[in-house]
């Protein structure tokens, strides 16, 4: 072998190594096809303010949700996973109603009887911010309780936990897609 074709060879090795390790590093969907982060970018409803980021990400025991929204009146707002990943409605009612593949009962993050979408209530302080981290237990990127491509809706008012099927939390402020993330 030739002293040029052997500096070539190990180049193009070199770059085959960069380009493989790339891929994997940077991407939230390993080689078998697990996807451990999504994001969803929330954006107002017709005539309201509340905007914002959520990040999913897998940890042991569930899924990390931390976000920050911004633009929401004081207090506290009921926060779901909503059935449809559609949000071209104006008022955000295309998302559906709340994610429920197993055909529960509305009700809190904690109860055993609950929506897979039930997050419960996220507060805004009194500039508008809402900036929370929790792990939930129930929601996954796979399988039937999987949230990709589903909906995420931030409500009016404060969600009961309890009544039937909504938890009575008014309209919807803000709507957006749950993806999967870059990184
Ligand atoms: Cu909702
Ligand atoms: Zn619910």
């Known amino acids: 072998m030739s002293k040029g074709i052997k500096i070539n060879f ?29 994001v969803v970018k929330l954006n107002p409803t017709d005539g309201n303010s509340a905007k914002g980021v959520v990040w999913f990400t897998k940890v042991v025991g569930g899924v990390k949700v931390e976000g920050h929204i911004e633009g929401l009146p004081i207090g506290a707002h009921g926060f779901h996973i909503h059935q449809f990943g559609d949000c071209s409605a104006a008022n955000g009612k295309s998302a559906g109603g709340h994610f429920n593949p197993n055909g529960s009962e509305h009700g809190s ?4 009887s609950r929506h897979v979408g039930d997050l419960g209530n996220i507060t805004a302080d009194s ?12 929601i996954s990127f796979s399988g039937k309780r999987s949230i990709l491509s589903r909906g995420v809706i931030i409500h009016e008012v404060a ?25």
Do not use: W, Y
């Not at 790339?22 to 999504?38: L, P």
């Open 109 to 112: 993050p904690m109860s055993d």
């Open 127 to 138: 500039s508008g911010s809402a900036t929370f981290s929790f792990v939930d237990e129930i």
């Open 10 to 38: 190990t180049l193009l090795i070199i770059i085959s190594i960069i380009s493989i390790t790339g891929c994997v590093s940077a991407d939230s969907v390993d080689t078998n096809g697990n996807i451990s982060k999504a």
């Open 159 to 183: 969600d009961d936990l309890t009544s039937q099927p909504t938890g009575a939390a008014g309209s919807r402020l803000a709507c957006g897609v749950v993806g999967i993330a870059k990184n």
